[in-house]
């Protein structure tokens, strides 16, 4: 029987999780949402934009408004934004009801993936170090995720695959 619970995508900027996250509900034939997109739409502003006009406080207190309001649907996937794991309230919501998978990946991948997208208000200007000092901090709390994937050395459909597998067996 099919879980009713939502499949949920955390991890760094760069890890996929908008593209493994449409992946596989493509083919799960689950609905499919993506956070950062979702605030885009209501706010009608791209999230640069909100940075830069009403700072990261601001976005964090919508974010979290409307990850948990998406977080009620049933049945769905969901990319989170690459910080969203790191609310108390979101992190709750997620583990307690939800299925988390955190796409994990060898840092030098992550930060050469982040350094050729200039679009992201928090990484702009970033050095390597800040990069590192980021995906460190992170680390704890994204490996709280319930399922952890190793992506370095598989294939977008190989990931797909493992994660439908866990879904399955939920
Ligand atoms: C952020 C990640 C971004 C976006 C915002 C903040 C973060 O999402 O939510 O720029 O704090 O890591 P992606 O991980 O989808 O790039």
């Known amino acids: 029987m099919k879980s009713k619970k939502n499949l949920v995508f955390l991890g760094m900027m760069g890890s996929g999780k908008s593209s493994i996250g449409s992946l596989v509900a493509k083919k799960l034939k689950l609905q499919f949402v993506d956070i950062d997109k979702e605030i885009e739409k209501n706010l009608k502003i791209t999230i640069r934009k909100i940075f830069e006009t009403k ?5 964090r207190k919508i974010e ?24 108390k309230n979101i992190r ?3 583990l307690k009801n939800h299925i988390s998978f955190w796409l994990n ?5 992550l930060i050469e993936r ?3 997208n200039k679009k992201r208000p928090l990484t702009i200007n970033a050095t390597d170090k800040d ?8 680390t704890n709390i994204y490996s709280k995720a319930l399922y952890e994937i190793k992506c370095d050395n598989l294939t977008k459909n190989e990931i797909v695959n493992k994660i439908q597998k866990i879904y399955e067996t939920n």
């Open 92 to 94: 709750r919501e997620v």
């Open 114 to 116: 982040i350094k050729n």
């Open 55 to 59: 700072g990261e406080d601001y976005f």
């Open 64 to 87: 979290e408004k409307i990850t948990l309001k998406e977080l009620k649907l049933n049945s769905i996937v969901i990319s989170l934004g690459g910080g969203a794991f790191t609310n």
């Open 131 to 138: 990069l590192i000092d980021l995906i460190k901090n992170r």
């Open 105 to 109: 990946w060898d840092n030098k991948i």
